[in-house]
C-alpha cells in the first residue's frame, strides 16, 4: 500500500496545508481528509512522487470529522466533481465515507454555500454532490479495494481513527485526538502510525508519544503538527509534505 502526505499542518498553520493524504488502492485513490486548497495540495504532492492526479481522479474521501482543517476542502471539491460530471469527464459521484454522526450534520455545513436555494432550480441536496456512506465502528467498510476499520476518538466533535488495510500491510491514522492509550493499542495493529501532535487539551501533546515503548516509537511518524514544532523533542519523526509511504 502506498500514500502521499498531502498537507502536515495543524489549523492554524502559515507554512503548510491541512493534514491530509492520498492513497492508492487497488481500485483507485482514496482522499484521507479533505482540508483547505486541497486542488493546490493534491497537486504539490503529488508531483513530487511523479504521480498525476487531481479531483476528476479521486471517486473515494474519507472524513475523519468536520473540523474546517479537515474537511474545508469538499465545497470546492463537490463543485469541481459537479463541473466534470456535467461535460462526462469524470462520471462517478464521489463517495464521501464517514462516521453517521458527521454524516448526519454534513449538509448543515455546506449547503449554505452549496444547495443553489437563491436559483429558478429546485434547491439541490448533499446527494446531488456526493454518495455518502457510512463508516460504523463494527463493521470493517471496502473502499476502492482497501478495507477501513474506524474507532472514534475523545476530540470535541465525534471523530474517527483509521485502520486501513490491504492483504499485506495496515496503515493506522490516529485522526485528532487527545493522547488516549486505549486509541494508541487499537492502531498498535499497524505496521505504520500516523499520529498527530498538538497543543491543548484536544491534541496530543509529544511528550506522552515520547513514554511509548521503543518498539511502538518506531512505528509512528507525527503529522497535525503546530508550525513552530521542535523535532529536537522528539526522535520520533515528523512526516514532510509530498512524502511517500510504503507499507
Ligand atoms: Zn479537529
Known sequence: MRAVILGVGDAFTRLHFGSSALLDGPDGFVLL??????????????????WRVDASAIDD??????HGDHCNGLE???????????SDEAPTRPRIHTSRRAADRLWERLAPAMDAAGSANPPR????????RVLEPQTPAAVAGLTVRCRFTNHPIPTIGLLISDDQATLGWSSDTPFDAAHIEWLSQA?????ECNLGPPHTPIESLNALPDELRAKIRLIHL???FDQSSTDIRSLREG?????
Open 243 to 247: 512524502e511517500l509511504l510504503e507499507m
Open 191 to 195: 505496521d505504520v502510525i500516523v499520529h
Open 76 to 86: 470546492s471539491f463537490g463543485f469541481a466533481r459537479k463541473r466534470k460530471r456535467a
Open 33 to 50: 481528509d479533505c482540508p483547505d486548497l486541497i486542488h493546490r495540495a493534491i497537486r504539490e504532492a503529488t508531483a513530487r512522487v511523479g
Open 61 to 66: 474521501i474519507i472524513i475523519t470529522h468536520l
Open 226 to 228: 503546530p508550525d513552530d
Open 125 to 132: 441536496t448533499l446527494q446531488n454532490y456526493f454518495d455518502v
